[in-house]
């Protein structure tokens, strides 16, 4: 042990904050993960944007605690003095976790938030494809292909066609 810890008991308190902790995220990610897949539901029965939105304001709130939770463990682990990544806390569960009941609940916190990232690419990708569609379909429409967002000086939005070529020689 490097000798982060002055007794056992203060290693005994840096194991109980990090069980507590991870199993918060633990559970903050099983629920962004349930949140995740209704959303992708709603995006795939392609029901209301109302029905969207509202999977959209849930997601973010969920999100929102799981990073209260993660910011937490984050300055618990730089308090300690590691640094305040995924390497650093895996020193710190060695440290303080000598009988290692902790690093299989990491790993689980990391394999959930790799299956979130997955149905997150997933979603937004249908997003993208919808937004596509209907731009193309407004161009079908309106017989006007769509037109480049631009910002003026007082930060209010325009919208403008691409440039046109005036001269080929300077």
């Not at 002055?6 to 109980?16: K, L, P, Q, S, T």
């Not at 029901?47 to 939105?53: F, G, H, I, T, V």
């Not at 995924?86 to 609940?105: K, T």
């Amino acid at each position: 042990m490097s000798g982060v810890f002055v007794n056992a008991a203060a290693r005994e308190d840096c194991r109980r904050s990090l069980d507590r902790l991870l199993t918060e995220e633990l559970a903050a990610l099983a629920e962004l993960e349930r949140l995740l897949e209704a959303e992708r539901e709603v995006l795939v029965r392609n029901e209301s944007p109302e029905a969207l939105e509202d999977a959209c304001t849930r997601r973010q709130d969920c999100m929102g605690g799981l990073l209260r939770v993660q910011d937490e463990r984050r300055r618990l682990v730089r308090a300690l003095g590691f640094e305040a990544d995924a390497a650093g806390l895996e020193r710190l569960l060695r440290e303080c976790d000598p009988q290692r009941s902790l690093p299989a609940r990491w790993g689980e916190c990391s394999e959930r938030a790799r299956r979130c990232r997955e149905i997150n690419d997933f979603n937004g990708a249908l997003v993208a494809t919808r937004i596509r569609r209907v731009t193309g379909l407004l161009e079908i429409i309106t017989g006007r292909r769509a037109e480049t967002p631009i910002y003026g000086r007082q930060g209010q939005q325009a919208w403008r066609s691409a440039g046109r070529l005036l001269a080929t020689e300077a």
